[in-house]
Nanobody, 123 residues
Framework: QVQLAESGGGLVQAGGSLRLSCAAS????????MGWYRRAPGKQRELVAG???????NYADSVKGRFTISRDNPKKTMYLQMNSLKPEDTAVYYC?????????????????WGQGTQVTVSS
């Protein structure tokens, strides 16, 4: 069974940094697009940053220049380096990935979500 597990969240003061990790596990054949999303209290979930298998990236305007998304394909892990954090970055951060896996000789491709990790930025 494919699973995504985030880590690295926590409480930090404004201006500080955090690094989130998302590790994929299971019978994985291929990981295509990956991304970080967040949901702040009272708001809808939004895309923070995305990265394709070839390495191209995209960012929400609100985090450009402050956040950096990366991935380590052999380790099946994605990262989000968050610098110059602001109180408005407070949210639960989720990782998402399009994964091709196998089970019983059958291939499956589906989007998977992690359980989320809380990031709180104090002013």
């Amino acid at each position: 069974q494919v699973q995504l597990a985030e880590s690295g969240g926590g409480l930090v003061q404004a201006g500080g940094s955090l690094r989130l990790s998302c590790a994929a596990s299971g019978s994985i054949l291929r990981i295509s697009d990956m991304g970080w999303y967040r949901r702040a209290p009272g708001k809808q979930r939004e895309l923070v940053a995305g990265i394709r298998s070839g390495g191209s990236t995209n960012y929400a305007d609100s985090v450009k220049g402050r956040f950096t998304i990366s991935r380590d394909n052999p380790k099946k892990t994605m990262y989000l380096q968050m610098n110059s954090l602001k109180p408005e970055d407070t949210a639960v951060y989720y990782c998402n990935a399009l994964i091709t896996s196998s089970s019983g000789g059958v291939y499956y491709s589906d989007y998977y979500w992690g359980q989320g990790t809380q990031v709180t930025v104090s002013s």
